[in-house]
């Protein structure tokens, strides 16, 4: 199983530029997450879906967009990529199954520099 | 709001055994999850807690208090492939995780 897939691994952007960030998962889980994750620090929440057609906001959104047209993806956009976006990014997906011990399965991160 | 404090940096030897512990504040708990991550990598999931008490996986176990808000890692047996930073996560309003900052665990020989 692939599980997780995460595109492109390296990116570097110029200020202002926009690109999408892509994700898609092989498992049919329902759940979606995208995280940033900054040098030494714990993983933040941008966005999260519950299922296709449904997405919400987590702690850091602003700057952000994202869609979920399918179950296997969950795309994330930068519109007017700022140099505080330099980041790694990281996707992941999480099954509904039965109770709420399902663990998050992570994609390989995207490593964004905004110079 | 949702806040969570572990120490940054632990360092013990190879065949020890270490507790990374995790206290948190939140609302809407519903449990606390522990992940590994070695440097470059992905985060990779280790354990989850729901209810209160010790749960083994192997070499590794997760506490939780939920009265006490806390929780903890305990790694045996230490090797050093452990070498790794690692995050506890609550899960809060059943669909979203809040990350520590992580703890940075050292092994050496």
């Known amino acids: 199983n692939a599980g997780v897939t995460q595109t492109p691994k390296f990116r570097i952007l110029k200020i202002g530029q926009s690109m999408t960030l892509q994700c898609t998962q092989d498992m049919n889980h329902n759940y979606m997450y995208w995280y940033r994750q900054d040098p030494g620090m714990g993983l933040k929440l941008i966005y999260y879906s519950v299922g296709a057609g449904i997405t919400d906001k987590g702690e850091v959104p602003n700057g952000y967009n994202v869609s979920r047209s399918t179950t296997e993806d969950f795309p994330l956009r930068l519109e007017l990529a700022a140099p505080s976006q330099t980041s790694v990014y990281f996707c992941?997906?999480?099954?509904?199954?039965?109770?709420?011990?399902?663990?998050?399965?992570f994609g390989d991160g995207t490593r964004l520099s905004i110079l | 709001g949702q806040s969570l404090e572990q120490p940054s940096e632990v360092t013990a030897v190879e065949g020890a055994i270490v507790q990374i512990n995790c206290t948190y504040q939140?609302?809407?708990?519903?449990?606390l999850s522990w992940y590994q991550q070695h440097d470059g990598g992905a985060p990779t999931f280790l354990s989850y807690?729901?209810?209160?008490g010790l749960e083994e996986t192997g070499r590794f176990s997760s506490f939780l208090s939920r009265s006490d808000s806390y929780g903890y890692l305990l790694l045996q047996e230490l090797q050093m492939k452990d070498s790794a930073s690692y995050f506890c996560a609550v899960l809060y309003n059943f669909n979203k995780f809040y990350f520590g900052s992580g703890t940075k665990l050292n092994v050496k020989p």
């Open positions: 992941a997906s999480r099954s509904t199954g039965e109770g709420s011990n399902q663990p998050q399965h």
């Open positions: 939140t609302s809407g708990f519903y449990g």
């Open positions: 807690n729901a209810l209160d």
